[in-house]
Nanobody
Framework: QVHVEESGGGLVQPGGSLRLSCTTSRSASSIIGMNWYRQAPGKERELVASIATGGSTNYRESVRGRFIISRDNAGKTLYLQMNSLKPEDTAVYLC????????????????WGLGTQVTVSS
């Protein structure tokens, strides 16, 4: 069963833009956070941007002012608008959906997509 699926990656020239999308099959009421990560070859996975259920957002310093994270009103589709792309943004971009499920306080679960490749090159 696919819980999270990304789309929108591709090849773009430096200075260009791309919009990534992520859809989840998890219940919107269980979602407590949605995040975009990226992983470049030979490097560790890093958090790019996050959005909480209340709508607050956070960005890593290197993308702040260039990337915008958002979600749809249903709360089950996540977007990452990437502008002014640089070669160092090249990576596989992964969507992470964090939920709280179960009775009482429940338990925290993390669901990951397989990622979408973003390549910034002239």
């Amino acid at each position: 069963q696919v819980h999270v699926e990304e789309s929108g990656g591709g090849l773009v020239q430096p200075g260009g833009s791309l919009r990534l999308s992520c859809t989840t099959s998890r219940s919107a009421s269980s979602i407590i956070g949605m995040n975009w990560y990226r992983q470049a070859p030979g490097k560790e996975r890093e958090l790019v941007a996050s959005i909480a259920t209340g709508g607050s957002t956070n960005y890593r310093e290197s993308v702040r002012g260039r990337f915008i994270i958002s979600r749809d009103n249903a709360g089950k589709t996540l977007y990452l608008q990437m502008n002014s792309l640089k070669p160092e943004d090249t990576a596989v971009y992964l969507c992470n959906v964090r939920t709280r499920e179960g009775k009482g306080w429940g338990s925290i679960f993390d669901y990951w997509g397989l990622g979408t490749q973003v390549t910034v090159s002239s």
